[in-house]
C-alpha cells in the first residue's frame, strides 16, 4: 500500500483514538516521532511510521524508552516539532527526560496511553493511574500541562492543542490516553487543514550577542533557537543562569524554578478546561476524566431519570488543575464524586479544592475494566441522601 | 610583558572556547583539557564551518566539555548523549554533531545506546575520554577499570573484566576507530578532523590521566607520571585487529587507526529503502526541511 501524502487526511474518518492521535500530532505539524514498542500505544507510531516518510520527517524506534524520549528532545533542538509515545512501564523510563524537557524548556509531546498497574500490570487494558506520575513523576520541582481525551475525535483534537500548549509555554506536555480510549474506534471529523490552528515555533529574532535561551519574556517564557544558526547557545541539565550556563548556587536556582513552576501556574486560567454536563442545577457533581468521563455521564443522566439532581465536571486539561472551577462549584453543591481508574489521584485535588465544604467521595477503580454506570449511580444516590 | 609591548598574547584555541566559563573544573594534571585543545586544532584544521557544529554531552567530568566550547552545545542527562545526538542529527543533516564524553557515561549507563548507534551507523563523532574511573563522583569503578586496579567501590581491586572499547566499537558496527593517549595530541587531532570528514558513527577513545582518582589511588603517580607511561606503553600499531586491543593495568597500550570503512549511515539507508519503496523524491524521507 501506498501511503498517502497529505499531512491532514481531512474528511470525515472512522478511527481508533491511537490512530487519531497519530493524525493529530501530523496535523500539529510533527515531523518526527521516536518510541519504543509497548503496548497499548504502538499503533501511534506504526501509523506514523507509516504515514511520515510521504509526509516529510523522521520516525525512529530506538533502543529504549530513555533513548526515545531524549531523542526527541535533541530533534526539537534540531528545529523538529517532535513526541514520543508510550505506556506505563515506558513512561517510567521516560521520567528523567520529562525533568530534563521541564528543565530545558523543550516543546515536545508525551503520549501515556495509560494501562492497569503498577509495573508491568495489565498491558492490554486500560488504567488511569499515571496521572499523578505524568504532573510529578520526574524528581525534582516543575510544573507540566496534561490533557485527557475521552474520545478519538478528542484524541485527534488534543494532540494539536498538546503541540500549541507544548509550543506557547516552552514545555514537555503530557498526553494522558487510556487504552480504552486508545482502542476504540468512533467517527472522527479532520478539518481542512486551513481550518487548523498550529502554533509555530516561536524563534528570536535577536541577534546572536544578545539572544539569551533562558530569558523569560514577561509572560515567563523564553524565545527558541535551533541548533546550526550561528547562536553558538549552551543548554544544560544543570541549574543555569539566563544563558544557560550552570550557576550552582540557589538565589539562581531560586529564580529559574520558581519561573519554570510560575510560567504554568501563572498561566493556568488560560490553560485550564473542562468539559460540563448539567452543573448548572446540580447538587451532586461526578468529577471524572478520560474514557471514566463516558461512563460518568452515563450514570448521571440514569440519576437525572431518577430525579437526583446530578451533573458532571470532566477534566480536559488535568494540570493544571481546574481547582478554582471545583472551589466555586463546592460552595453550592450538596457532594462531589470523584470517579477515576486508581485508588485515589485527582481524588485529593478534587477533595483539596473543595477545601472541606462540602463531602467528597471517590468510586476507585483497579483498571483492567471501564466502570460499571450502576456503580457510580450507587454512589451517587447515596451521595443524594 | 605583553603589556609592555601593548599585545595581549592570545592562545590560538581561545576563540573556541567559552572564555567567560574559565576557570574550568579540571583537576591539574587532568587529560580532559589537552582532548579539547586537540578538538579545537581539529576544528580548525578541517575548516568546517562552526556555526554548523554541534557538541552533545552527557554526565561527568568530560560531560562538561559542552559547557566549555563556543558552539552549540548540549549537555544532557548520565548516558543519553548519543541518542539526544541521534535525534539533533536526523532532524538537522546539514549538523556535524559530536559526542564529547567519558567512559562512564558513554559505555556504562550510555552502553546500550552506543552499541545501537553504532550499529545504525548514526552520522555522529563519538569522543571517549577513557580515565579508567568514575571521576565526577569520587573514584568508583568503571567498565573501562583494568582488573585488579583500586578505586572506592572495589577497594581491594576491580575483579571484572573491563570493556576493549575499539573491539566493542567496531564490533557494533562503527565505520571509524581510533586509539589514542592524551600523550599523543597531534594523533588525537589528526584522527579527530579524519573523522568529522567521515559519514558515519566515528569513535575515537582517548586514554587519559586521572591524577586525583586514580592514578594516586593506585600510586602511578602524578599526571606527568602517566604521560611517561603512555610516552613508554604506547605502541602504534594501525590496522590492528582490535580483539588485541585489550588494556591491562600499567600494561601496553596499542594505539592507532583501527578501522576506516565505508557503510551507509542511518540516515543514507533510510533515505535508500524507502525511496524504493515509496517513490519518493530524494528531499523527502528525512529531516524538518518543511519547517525551515
Known amino acids: 500500500m501506498k501511503p498517502k501524502g497529505d499531512r491532514v487526511l481531512t474528511g470525515t474518518q472512522f478511527l481508533d483514538g491511537d490512530q487519531a492521535c497519530c493524525e493529530g500530532a501530523l496535523a500539529a505539524g510533527?515531523?518526527?516521532?521516536?518510541?519504543?514498542?509497548?503496548?497499548?500505544?504502538?499503533?501511534?507510531?506504526?501509523?506514523?511510521?507509516?504515514?511520515?516518510?510521504?509526509?516529510?520527517?523522521?520516525?525512529?524506534?530506538?533502543?529504549?524508552?530513555?533513548?526515545?524520549?531524549?531523542?526527541?528532545?535533541?530533534?526539537?533542538?534540531?528545529?523538529?516539532?517532535?513526541?514520543?509515545?508510550?505506556?506505563?512501564?515506558?513512561?517510567?523510563?521516560?521520567?528523567?527526560?520529562?525533568?530534563?524537557?521541564?528543565?530545558?524548556?523543550?516543546?515536545?509531546?508525551?503520549?501515556?496511553?495509560?494501562?492497569?498497574?503498577?509495573?508491568?500490570?495489565?498491558?492490554?487494558?486500560?488504567?488511569?493511574?499515571?496521572?499523578?506520575?505524568?504532573?510529578?513523576?520526574?524528581?525534582?520541582?516543575?510544573?507540566?500541562?496534561?490533557?485527557?481525551?475521552?474520545?478519538?475525535?478528542?484524541?485527534?483534537?488534543?494532540?494539536?492543542?498538546?503541540?500549541?500548549?507544548?509550543?506557547?509555554?516552552?514545555?514537555?506536555?503530557?498526553?494522558?490516553?487510556?487504552?480504552?480510549?486508545?482502542?476504540?474506534?468512533?467517527?472522527?471529523?479532520?478539518?481542512?487543514?486551513?481550518?487548523?490552528?498550529?502554533?509555530?515555533?516561536?524563534?528570536?529574532?535577536?541577534?546572536?550577542?544578545?539572544?539569551?535561551?533562558?530569558?523569560?519574556?514577561?509572560?515567563?517564557?523564553?524565545?527558541?533557537?535551533?541548533?546550526?544558526?550561528?547562536?553558538?547557545?549552551?543548554?544544560?541539565?544543570?541549574?543555569?543562569?539566563?544563558?544557560?550556563?550552570?550557576?550552582?548556587?540557589?538565589?539562581?536556582?531560586?529564580?529559574?524554578?520558581?519561573?519554570?513552576?510560575?510560567?504554568?501556574?501563572?498561566?493556568?486560567?488560560?490553560?485550564?478546561?473542562?468539559?460540563?454536563?448539567?452543573?448548572?442545577?446540580?447538587?451532586?457533581?461526578?468529577?471524572?476524566?478520560?474514557?471514566?468521563?463516558?461512563?460518568?455521564?452515563?450514570?448521571?443522566?440514569?440519576?437525572?431519570?431518577?430525579?437526583?439532581?446530578?451533573?458532571?465536571?470532566?477534566?480536559?486539561?488535568?494540570?493544571?488543575?481546574?481547582?478554582?472551577?471545583?472551589?466555586?462549584?463546592?460552595?453550592?453543591?450538596?457532594?462531589?464524586?470523584?470517579?477515576?481508574?486508581?485508588?485515589?489521584?485527582?481524588?485529593?485535588?478534587?477533595?483539596?479544592?473543595?477545601?472541606?465544604?462540602?463531602?467528597?467521595?471517590?468510586?476507585?477503580?483497579?483498571?483492567?475494566?471501564?466502570?460499571?454506570?450502576?456503580?457510580?449511580?450507587?454512589?451517587?444516590?447515596?451521595?443524594?441522601? | 610583558m605583553s603589556e609592555a609591548i601593548g599585545v595581549q598574547p592570545v592562545n590560538p584555541v581561545e576563540p573556541f572556547l567559552r572564555t567567560e566559563r574559565m576557570p574550568h573544573i579540571w583537576c591539574p594534571g587532568c587529560g580532559i583539557g589537552t582532548t579539547v585543545n586537540c578538538f579545537a586544532r581539529a576544528l580548525v584544521s578541517s575548516k568546517l564551518p562552526l556555526d554548523k557544529v554541534a557538541v552533545v554531552s552527557g554526565i561527568g567530568c568530560t560531560g562538561r566539555v559542552a559547557g566549555y566550547v563556543r558552539l552549540d552545545s548540549f549537555h544532557t542527562t548520565h548516558g543519553r548523549a548519543i541518542p539526544f545526538a541521534t535525534g539533533l542529527k536526523l532532524a538537522n543533516p546539514e549538523l556535524t554533531v559530536v559526542v564529547y564524553s567519558g567512559d562512564g557515561d558513554l559505555i556504562a549507563i550510555g552502553g546500550n545506546h552506543f552499541i545501537h548507534a553504532a550499529r545504525r551507523n548514526a552520522d555522529i563523532k563519538v569522543i571517549c575520554v577513557n580515565n579508567f574511573i568514575y571521576g565526577m563522583t569520587g573514584g568508583q569503578v568503571a567498565p573501562t577499570t583494568p582488573t585488579a586496579a583500586l578505586a572506592t567501590t572495589t577497594p581491594y581491586g576491580a575483579f571484572e573484566r573491563p570493556f576493549n572499547l575499539p573491539f566493542l566499537a567496531e564490533s557494533s558496527g562503527a565505520v571509524y576507530v581510533a586509539r589514542w593517549t592524551a600523550y599523543h595530541v597531534r594523533h588525537i587531532a589528526h584522527s579527530m578532523s579524519e573523522a568529522f570528514k567521515k559519514k558515519g558513527l566515528c569513535f575515537i577513545e582517548i586514554i587519559a590521566p586521572c591524577p586525583t582518582l586514580y592514578q594516586r589511588r593506585n600510586h602511578f603517580g602524578d599526571g606527568l607520571e602517566a604521560m611517561r607511561y603512555y610516552k613508554q606503553k604506547s605502541v602504534v600499531r594501525n590496522g590492528a585487529n582490535t580483539r588485541d586491543v585489550q588494556i591491562d593495568l600499567q600494561g601496553e597500550i596499542v594505539v592507532g587507526k583501527f578501522v576506516d570503512i565505508e557503510r551507509p549511515t542511518l540516515k543514507q539507508a533510510m533515505d535508500l529503502q524507502l525511496r524504493q519503496k515509496l517513490d519518493l523524491p530524494p528531499s523527502n524521507g528525512g529531516g524538518s526541511h518543511e519547517l525551515d
Not at chain 1, 497499548?40 to 501509523?47: A, D, G, W
Not at chain 1, 506557547?168 to 472522527?188: A, L
Not at chain 1, 527558541?224 to 548556587?249: I, N, S
Not at chain 1, 510560567?263 to 471514566?292: L, Q
Request: contains cysteine; negative net charge; aromatic residues 8%.
Open chain 1, 30 to 385: 510533527a515531523n518526527f516521532a521516536a518510541g519504543y514498542p509497548i503496548s497499548p500505544s504502538t499503533e501511534i507510531v506504526e501509523r506514523f511510521a507509516s504515514r511520515i516518510p510521504a509526509v516529510g520527517g523522521v520516525f525512529l524506534q530506538m533502543e529504549d524508552e530513555l533513548a526515545a524520549s531524549i531523542a526527541i528532545v535533541g530533534a526539537t533542538w534540531g528545529g523538529a516539532k517532535a513526541f514520543t509515545v508510550t505506556s506505563g512501564p515506558g513512561f517510567s523510563l521516560m521520567m528523567e527526560h520529562i525533568g530534563y524537557a521541564s528543565m530545558t524548556e523543550t516543546p515536545c509531546v508525551f503520549v501515556d496511553v495509560q494501562r492497569g498497574g503498577p509495573s508491568t500490570g495489565l498491558p492490554t487494558l486500560p488504567g488511569q493511574a499515571d496521572m499523578m506520575q505524568a504532573r510529578w513523576g520526574s524528581h525534582g520541582d516543575y510544573e507540566i500541562i496534561a490533557l485527557s481525551p475521552n474520545s478519538p475525535q478528542e484524541c485527534f483534537d488534543l494532540a494539536i492543542d498538546a503541540f500549541n500548549l507544548a509550543e506557547q509555554y516552552r514545555t514537555p506536555v503530557m498526553f494522558m490516553m487510556d487504552e480504552s480510549v486508545g482502542h476504540m474506534t468512533e467517527k472522527v471529523v479532520i478539518p481542512p487543514a486551513n481550518e487548523i490552528k498550529v502554533l509555530p515555533r516561536r524563534y528570536t529574532r535577536l541577534p546572536p550577542v544578545e539572544y539569551r535561551p533562558f530569558r523569560p519574556s514577561p509572560e515567563g517564557i523564553p524565545e527558541m533557537v535551533k541548533a546550526g544558526e550561528g547562536y553558538r547557545f549552551h543548554m544544560t541539565g544543570l541549574t543555569h543562569d539566563e544563558r544557560g550556563y550552570p550557576a550552582m548556587d540557589w538565589q539562581v536556582q531560586d529564580k529559574l524554578v520558581r519561573r519554570l513552576v510560575g510560567k504554568i501556574r501563572d498561566h493556568a486560567a488560560d490553560i485550564v478546561r473542562c468539559e460540563e454536563k448539567h452543573t448548572f442545577d446540580a447538587e451532586i457533581v461526578v468529577v471524572a476524566y478520560g474514557i471514566t468521563s463516558r461512563v460518568a455521564l452515563k450514570a448521571v443522566e440514569m440519576a437525572r431519570e431518577e430525579g437526583i439532581r446530578a451533573g458532571l465536571l470532566r477534566p480536559v486539561v488535568v494540570w493544571p488543575f481546574p481547582e478554582k472551577r471545583i472551589r466555586e462549584l463546592a460552595g453550592r453543591m450538596k457532594s462531589l464524586v470523584v470517579v477515576e481508574m486508581n485508588y485515589g489521584q485527582l481524588f485529593y485535588e478534587v477533595e483539596r479544592a473543595a477545601g472541606g465544604r462540602v463531602p467528597t467521595s471517590l468510586v476507585s477503580h483497579g483498571g483492567g475494566a471501564v466502570h460499571e454506570p450502576e456503580t457510580i449511580l450507587a454512589e451517587i444516590r447515596r451521595a443524594a441522601q
